[in-house]
């Protein structure tokens, strides 16, 4: 049955749309209206059935809890989609405090991509979190030798900008990707820690081969 509500639920030019752009990155309601042009009613019923057939959830943002993001289940897509490229200089990987996820995610990047990257902070912090080195050592991963750093000092306009931080996409809103994984820092456990490498080497490995060198 839900075979059928996935394949029913792309059938609508619309919805489909909204799974393409929910396809590299997590969206709000209000960014999905604003990018599709639809008015509030219409994106409201198409995310009824995307939600309905169980092929995009919702959860509250960590840093405004009126505020929601949409993730795409790409389990259920059987190769559906259209799976077009980006092509960029390099990736640049940003959360608030630049300590963990911004650093675990660039390095995982660079396991898997000849593509250049980085990470910063929207207001970074002093030091590498511990949980972090400890969860990158126990996948034998090397996190990058630096210091947290601000994303003014970083940033280029030709970079591909992806948040990985609710509380930071919500604050540059300059037309980045977003993943909105949960804050590590906060939990301060080593469960914490896991999942959010998880998350995260889970959607580097789905978009490391889609984007290119510029």
Known sequence: MQRAAVHAALGDPARLGIVDLLMFGDRSPGELQAELDMPSNLMAHHLRVLEGSGLVGRHRSE???????????????????????????????????N??????????WRRVSSVPSTSAGTHPADRVASGAIDVARRHGVDL??????????VADGRDLVITV???AHEEIRNGSLHWSVPDPVAAGTAAAFEHAFELLAERIGELAPLVAAA
């Open 99 to 108: 300590s963990a996820r911004s650093h675990l995610a660039d390095a995982l």
């Open 144 to 153: 990058p030798d630096v210091q947290p750093r601000a994303l003014d000092a």
């Open 63 to 97: 840093a405004d809890r009126r505020r929601s993001y949409l993730q795409l289940n790409r389990a259920l897509l059987g190769g559906l989609l259209s799976r077009g490229g980006l092509v960029a200089p390099r990736v640049v990987f940003v959360c608030t405090a």
């Open 165 to 167: 931080c609710d509380r």
